[in-house]
């Protein structure tokens, strides 16, 4: 099985390359932010919650998005593998992460992340913003605070990896295709 975490910070193309790599390796992609978002549009109880705290650029509780998670693990049993695409982001959900696997007798293979300078993932965001109608891209100062709460909270989810001998940087400015191969590669590496 193969599961990989695709890591970096907000805007750093975790989505944009999570549909590339799906396609190529049959994984299921399980991103956070849009199980996140599809609550909110059905109007439970949870996405009443996490709204408040996603338009303000804030992460919401680990506990949260660990049930999300457990809950499409047990789901997906038959899976060739999954991409996690914006989770693990604190090291609680990185070590739940672990036991979750665990239980299937799984783990992680290898995390990738993008390496993407805040000026040009500033950059990024605001010119989504112009379309994709998310709140937390259109405004500057939710995204200084996307870009803090990275640093501070989700950062050290790189050093957990790390530790573990399964972390591997990629360049992440430059064309998407470019940025795919080299994700491809360090997949291939590690698989
Ligand atoms: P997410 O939905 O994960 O959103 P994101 O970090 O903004 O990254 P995304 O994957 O969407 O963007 P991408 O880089 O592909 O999180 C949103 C919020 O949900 C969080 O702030 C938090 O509140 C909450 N949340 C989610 N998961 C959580 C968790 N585990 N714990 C707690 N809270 C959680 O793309 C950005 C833009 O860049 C796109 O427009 C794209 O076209 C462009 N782009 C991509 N690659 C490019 C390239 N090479 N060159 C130029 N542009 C590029």
Redesign the pocket.
């Known amino acids: 099985m193969l599961n990989l975490v695709l890591f ?11 549909e590339k790599i799906i396609d190529k390796y049959n994984l299921v992609h399980l ?4 199980l ?2 599809s609550q909110i549009q059905a109007g439970t109880e949870l996405g009443l919650k ?1 709204k408040t ?2 338009d303000q ?4 509780p ?1 506990e949260v ?1 660990i049930g999300m998670i457990d809950s499409k693990l047990s789901e997906n049993r038959d899976a060739a593998g999954f991409i996690f ?6 090291v609680k ?1 990185a070590e739940a992460l672990d036991g979750l696997l665990a239980s299937y007798n799984e783990s992680i293979t290898v995390m990738v992340a993008l390496i993407v300078p805040d000026e040009e993932l500033k950059k ?2 605001l ?2 913003g112009q379309t ?1 109608g998310r709140p ?2 259109q405004d500057e100062q939710k995204i200084k605070t ?1 870009i803090e ?1 990275y640093n501070s909270k989700t950062a050290p989810v790189a050093e957990y990896y790390r530790q573990q001998n399964k972390y591997v940087s990629i360049e ?5 295709e470019e ?1 795919f191969g080299a994700i491809c590669d360090a997949i291939e590496k590690e698989a």
């Open positions: 970096g910070p907000p805007g750093a193309g975790k989505g944009t390359q999570s991103s956070t932010g849009d996140l978002r996490a705290l996603m650029g804030i992460l919401v680990d998005v695409d914006g989770f693990p982001r604190t959900q990024r965001l010119h989504r994709s937390d891209d996307r709460e992440g400015v430059g064309e998407i940025i």
